[in-house]
């Protein structure tokens, strides 16, 4: 069990409560498409990927990149039991969609610099641990299946 100071539960949620789901997630999907263009193998069916404006023009990529959001706000609900909360999705991206579970990083590496832009001076280097280090606990708990 990962043990959560209360610095770090304030500061997480924090985060959640100013972050514009509907801006943050669609940037860091987009971004993490872009930047690492083989995670777009796992949206084939999302249409047009074929340059970086397509990928954030892309409807499917920006309802996709609140869904995400969502699910690491139900992460932030369940701090204590992550590994519980992320059980189905875990199962899901490892047996059906076959997702290679470092993907869950690299999205996790973009979200942390978009919502830094956003941030501003607001992301110091405490701010920046508390988020890396949550979402490092969503991403293993993700990739629980895989072991």
């Known amino acids: 069990m990962v043990e959560w100071t209360d610095f770090e539960r304030a500061t997480i949620q924090d985060i959640f409560s ?12 987009a971004r ?13 069916n999302f249409g047009n990927l074929y ?13 996709h990149g609140v869904t995400i959001l969502r699910g690491l706000d139900r992460g932030m609900q369940n701090m204590d039991n992550m590994k519980e909360t992320y059980s189905d999705l875990s199962v899901l991206h490892s ?3 076959h997702v290679d579970p470092d993907n869950f990083r690299l999205l996790s590496d973009c979200l942390t610099i978009v919502l ?28 629980r299946q895989y072991h």
């Open 18 to 29: 100013k972050m514009n789901y509907e801006e943050v997630g669609p940037a860091a999907l």
């Open 32 to 44: 993490c498409l872009v930047v690492y263009p083989w995670t777009q193998r796992y949206f084939g």
């Open 51 to 63: 340059n970086a404006a397509a990928i954030a023009m892309n409807p499917l990529v920006a309802k």
């Open 95 to 97: 047996e059906k969609l």
């Open 116 to 143: 830094a832009a956003k941030m501003g001076n607001a992301f110091t280097g405490d701010v920046q641990a508390a988020f890396q280090k949550f979402l490092s606990v969503v991403v293993s708990s993700l990739g």
